[in-house]
């Protein structure tokens, strides 16, 4: 496996002073989803059928829920808070969460080659050398090493709602993790760091359903992790 990560500029780059003590749960960070049950159901711009329809959703499309209006839900709908009767959607918590705090450099999909892959198969998070690293989801660390164009990384296989995952966070300066732990949703696994193919500091985080498969090319067996959080 060959493969080679972007380059990150760290500009002016604010970053939180976050820190926290090894192993402490981030579950302040779990988001909520729901989940569309019905075959079609329309979004609107307000919370009642006056309100103008600005679209539709179909049977298991999943949303960022924001909140509640009396018998509505809001939603994130193509990037703003859109609402659709609560009847209709399931609420459920979201399967993973951020592993950093950071700002998004580079996100998923078709890449440019310039780095030796035409699909970017996680995203990139900048953030200053030493954030806390906290893993997305409970699961089994499965790879805790420093090896490759991933540098120190860590792999974590999760089984959720009958779903396995393994999830990646590469390019860490200190890994606090070894290969066998069981690991908790948001316990600090790390550090956000520069090592292997990594020009700035930032953690390239992934997402694969089941076991992890890699392409340069196409985005395999990986997932977008913002479908996921
Ligand atoms: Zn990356």
Redesign the pocket.
């Known amino acids: 496996m060959k493969k080679q990560?972007?380059t990150i500029t760290l500009g002016a780059l604010l970053v939180s002073g976050l820190t926290l003590p090894a192993s402490t749960p981030v579950e302040a960070s779990t988001s909520y989803k729901v989940k569309v049950t019905t075959n079609v159901l329309n979004v609107r711009t307000g919370p009642a059928t006056t309100y103008q329809k600005v679209g539709s959703a179909t049977l298991g499309q999943t949303f960022k829920y924001l909140g509640a209006t009396g018998s509505w839900t809001k939603i994130s709908y193509n990037g703003s808070t859109k609402y659709v009767a609560s009847t209709y959607v399931k609420k459920y918590s979201a399967p993973f969460i951020m592993p950093t705090k950071g700002t998004l450099t580079?996100g998923y999909g078709p890449a440019n080659g310039k780095y030796g892959y035409t699909f970017?198969n996680?995203i990139?998070l900048a953030a200053a050398k030493g954030t806390p690293v906290q893993a997305a989801a409970t699961g089994q660390v499965i790879v805790a090493r420093n090896y490759g164009a991933y540098g120190n990384h860590v792999m974590i296989s999760h089984t959720i709602n009958g779903q396995a995952y393994t999830s990646v966070y590469a390019h860490m300066d200190r890994l606090n993790v070894v290969k066998g732990q069981t690991i908790a949703k948001g316990a600090n696994i790390g550090t956000v760091g520069n090592t292997g193919n990594s020009f700035g500091s930032h953690l390239?985080f992934e997402i694969h359903k089941n076991k992890y498969v890699y392409s340069s090319s196409t985005a395999a067996n990986s997932v977008n992790p913002y479908t996921l959080f």
């Open positions: 990560l972007m580079q970017h996680g990139d390239h």
